[in-house]
């Protein structure tokens, strides 16, 4: 059987498709993908992208279709974190307007733990439609959190496109909204398989198709992506603000949206079934979607091409090669530094608590995007020219 994948794993109840070598996986990641490989409702095969690392019950960079059930863990914590690109009309940026604004950008795009002091507009949040119990406790919190980074990985790139154009890309999810929302059903599907005497592996329990929980995750899980887009938006349009206040002339073109944490009702291989994709992207064919190196490396503009035994979908980034607190005791401060301004990029590393986000950190993105030139198509590469950190 044709399989585009690098590397099957056939010793457990479901393939393993690796986009990947076998060897560049790291034990624990491997461990969970056939913890994934023998859940009774797993569906035809477990997917694995490229740039897969260790994460909590599910690799990151991992993509389970089911049938029956649905994981909350398989979505993950940080519910529709993901992607969005947007065009600016410049063809350059001088180094002064650029540190000027990021300096606004700072001042208006609240990062790490901090949210903003006001509740935002209302209108920027998603209308609550139907019964949604976790989403309506901690609405008025996330008024205060839409329009604000986060911390870790999330990040805010003014980047030189191939194409010719400055671009604009941010990275981060749906705050302390989504985080309760998943920690709260993953609750529940402990307790419930617990008394149903279905002790799911660890970080995998998960809802059964009959259980009242089920449709209720899928609609919170779904505010959560559509206030994920909100939060992204939100803080698009403040970055845009300080582009037109330091360039007035500038214009923005092709938005670009993209989540990879989450769960959805999709048809493969004749049947429908829930593609749970955690660190992984969505790649139809011609669909546009962003693979972000880290702060030091390129990042790219791609189409997918629609391939079904990856169940459609792609990585969704360099992914990690080492844990935050290894890379804080193994990386060299000035090196990681040197190197990003040996390349002119404005960058986030001040200190030896910054360097869980340096590019050392991360996997090499060309490897990478090698390894997974049948999944995608490359469109646009973008260089990083200045860098903001949650």
């Known amino acids: 059987m044709h399989t585009s994948a690098k590397a099957v794993i056939e010793t457990e109840a ?63 914590v940080d519910i529709g974190c993901g992607m969005c690109s947007l065009r600016t009309t410049l063809e350059e940026i001088d180094t002064n307007d650029l540190k000027a604004i990021m300096k606004i950008v700072r001042e208006t795009v609240p990062v790490g733990f901090s949210h903003h002091d006001e509740p935002q507009d209302e209108a920027w949040m998603p209308g609550i439609k139907g019964e949604l119990p976790i989403v309506s406790q901690e609405y008025e919190r996330a008024l205060y959190q839409v329009g604000t980074l986060g911390s870790g990985n999330h990040f805010i790139e003014i980047q030189k496109g191939s194409d010719g154009y400055i671009w604009i890309m941010i990275h981060s999810g749906s705050r302390n909204l989504g985080f309760t929302v998943a920690n709260h059903y993953d609750d529940l599907a402990k307790q419930l398989n617990k008394d149903a005497g279905n002790e799911a592996p660890e970080g995998l ?12 995750y899928q609609d919170e899980m779904n505010y959560c992506l559509e206030f994920a887009l909100a939060n992204r938006t939100l803080m698009m349009e403040r970055v845009k603000a300080a582009f037109t206040e330091v360039v007035p002339d500038v214009g923005f073109a092709d938005f670009i949206n993209k989540p990879h944490n989450f769960a959805a009702e999709e048809k493969h291989f004749g049947e429908t079934v829930i593609v749970h994709r955690k660190g992984a992207t969505r790649a139809r064919s011609g669909e546009w979607g962003m693979i972000p190196g880290s702060q030091g490396t390129r990042s790219f503009l791609v189409k997918g091409k629609g391939e079904a035994q990856s169940f459609e979908s792609c990585s969704h980034g360099a992914g990690r090669i080492m844990s935050r607190s290894q890379a804080r005791k193994r990386l060299d401060l000035k090196e990681e530094v040197g190197a990003l301004k040996r390349q002119g990029i404005l960058h986030a590393i001040r200190n030896q608590r910054d360097l869980d986000e340096a590019p050392g950190s991360y996997k090499d993105i060309d490897e990478v995007m090698q390894n997974q030139t049948d999944l995608v198509e490359v469109q646009v590469e973008l260089q990083p020219l200045a860098v903001i950190k949650g």
Do not use: C
């Open 14 to 76: 479901l393939p393993i498709k690796l986009w990947l070598a076998e060897e560049q996986m790291e034990a624990g990641a491997l461990e969970q993908a056939r913890n994934l490989a023998n859940l009774p409702f797993a569906f035809r095969h477990i997917a694995i992208m490229p740039d897969t690392h260790q994460g909590y019950g599910m690799p990151i960079g991992a993509v389970l279709a089911t049938k029956g059930a649905i994981v909350p863990n398989a979505v993950g």
């Open 205 to 216: 329990a998960y809802l059964p198709e009959s259980s009242e929980y089920f449709n209720l």
